[in-house]
């Protein structure tokens, strides 16, 4: 745990502490986020399949350039009111659509 570094700037260290910041393995994972839509009163959802590089999270939140196979991942996000924080797992998404979809009945918009 640490604290976050680009609004430690505004409001101060002992304000941000909480992030966590380490090193995440490299290679496949997926991708999730749910969340409420206030506008319809249903929940809706979108997952994806990624990469994860060998790296500090500190270093994707500096501006890292996204893989070109998800360039318009962050267009669905902001276009369609989700916020960017997402949950993450080393297994493939096709299961999570899967769930979502025929078990929860969720409107799930899928990132292949």
């Not at 941000?16 to 995440?24: A, E, F, K, N």
């Not at 994972?29 to 500190?58: C, H, L």
Request: glycine fraction near 10%; hydrophobic fraction near 30%; include cysteine.
């Amino acid at each position: 745990m640490d604290y976050q570094l680009i609004i430690a700037g505004t409001v101060g260290k002992q304000n941000t502490h909480g992030t966590l910041d380490g090193r995440v393995k490299a290679g496949p994972m997926s991708f999730a986020r749910f969340s409420t839509d206030d506008f319809t009163g249903q929940i809706k959802g979108y997952v994806g399949q990624g990469a994860s590089p060998t790296t500090r999270s500190a270093l994707w939140r500096r501006g890292r350039r996204p893989d070109p196979q998800h360039a318009g991942t962050p267009r669905y996000i902001c276009e369609n009111g989700f916020e960017h924080h997402v949950a993450a797992s080393f297994s493939t998404s096709a299961p999570i659509h899967e769930a979502a979809t025929k078990v929860l009945k969720l409107a799930t918009h899928w990132h292949k």
